[in-house]
């Protein structure tokens, strides 16, 4: 199976969450207006206000955690062939090869909320990053790349989870996670 950064993965990474956000900023203004009986300019005011608002906590990270993980792996193909066992992983001119049996272990790096499981009230934090460590080599494949690589390679027992706060913005310059 070929994964790649395609059009599914802009919908649920970037497309949706800021759909939804438009329509809580038109839902809390509709039910201001109607609660308090205010009139179209002072609508169009608090409109605004919780516009402004939504985009400092909310549209500029979520645009910038998208930005940065899809300059990351917008050249990224990854393939997983269960029928010989291997896994093929191309970064722009970068090609690594290794069969399933290399595979070390598996890191998944998370936010702290979806690491303690706890409630995703803002929506980028839902991006996370695995990498697969081989005997040979590392690499790094991104949530736009492949969300389910478990579910890929259900066989692979050793998988240890890592906590980031808003440092995983920026995948490249993170310590530990350079491949």
Not at 44 to 71: C, E, S, T
Not at 125 to 137: A, G, K, L, Q
Not at 156 to 173: G, L, S, T, Y
Request: proline residues 3%; charged residues 20%; hydrophobic residues 45%.
């Amino acid at each position: 199976m070929i994964f790649k950064v395609d059009k599914s993965k802009k919908v649920k990474y970037l497309y949706k969450p800021l759909l939804i956000g438009l329509a809580i900023d038109l839902l809390v203004t509709l039910v201001l207006t109607l609660c308090f009986n205010i009139g179209l300019i002072t609508a169009l005011k608090v409109l605004l206000a919780i516009f402004i608002g939504q985009g400092i906590l909310f549209y500029i990270p979520l645009l910038i955690f998208y930005l940065n993980y899809f300059k990351l792996d917008r050249e990224t193909t990854f393939l997983i062939d269960s029928e010989k066992n291997i896994i093929e992983y191309r970064r722009g001119h970068q090609k690594v090869d290794f069969r399933f049996d290399e595979i070390n272990n598996i890191e998944l790096f998370l936010s702290i909320p979806a690491y303690n499981k706890g409630p995703i009230l803002l929506y980028w934090h839902i991006f996370f990053i695995w990498r697969i460590n081989t005997s040979n080599n590392s690499i790094l494949v991104s949530c736009l790349v492949c969300d389910d690589i478990l579910d890929q390679l259900p066989f692979i027992e050793n998988v240890h989870r890592d906590k980031f706060h808003i440092q995983h913005a920026f995948p490249k310059k993170i310590k530990n996670l350079k491949s």
